[in-house]
Nanobody, 126 residues
Framework: QVQLVESGGGLVQAGGSLRLSCAASGRTFSINFMGWFRQAPGKEREFVAAISWSGDSTYYADSVKGRFTISRDYAKNTMYLQMNSLKPEDAAVYYC???????????????????WGQGTQVTVSS
C-alpha cells in the first residue's frame, strides 16, 4: 500500500501563487507515475498534471499549462504542484494520486491511479 498526504492549500487572491505538496509513504517503490486532480463543488474530478516518477515526463491539462508546474523530489518521496497566476476557476479541492502503471497511456484518467490522498482545499478570491 501507498499512503499520500497533501498539504499547502489555502486562500489566495487571484493572480497569486501556492505550492502544493504530496508526501508518499509505504511501498513507494511501486510508484511509476503521480498526478494531481481537482474537484470543484458540483463538478467532476478533473486532471490537472502528472509526472513520471523518474521525472522524465510531465503532462498538463490545457487549462493550467504555462501557469502550473509539477515536480518531484525523489529522495523525499514528495511531489509538488507550483501554481502561479491563480484564477477563481482554479478553486477546488486538489487531490494527489499515484499509479503503479509502467506506461503513460491514460495518465489523465482517474482509473489510471491506484492510490489517492485526502485532498487539500484551494480557494482563490477575485
Amino acid at each position: 500500500q501507498v499512503q499520500l498526504v497533501e498539504s499547502g492549500g489555502g486562500l489566495v487572491q487571484a493572480g497569486g501563487s501556492l505550492r502544493l505538496s504530496c508526501a508518499a509513504s509505504g511501498r513507494t517503490f511501486s510508484i511509476n507515475f503521480m498526478g494531481w486532480f481537482r474537484q470543484a463543488p458540483g463538478k467532476e474530478r478533473e486532471f490537472v498534471a502528472a509526472i513520471s516518477w523518474s521525472g522524465d515526463s510531465t503532462y498538463y491539462a490545457d487549462s493550467v499549462k504555462g501557469r502550473f508546474t509539477i515536480s518531484r523530489d525523489y529522495a523525499k518521496n514528495t511531489m509538488y504542484l507550483q501554481m502561479n497566476s491563480l484564477k477563481p476557476e482554479d478553486a477546488a479541492v486538489y487531490y494527489c494520486a499515484a499509479s503503479r502503471s509502467y506506461y503513460s497511456a491514460g495518465y489523465y484518467t482517474k482509473d489510471f491511479y491506484n492510490y489517492w490522498g485526502q485532498g487539500t482545499q484551494v480557494t482563490v478570491s477575485s
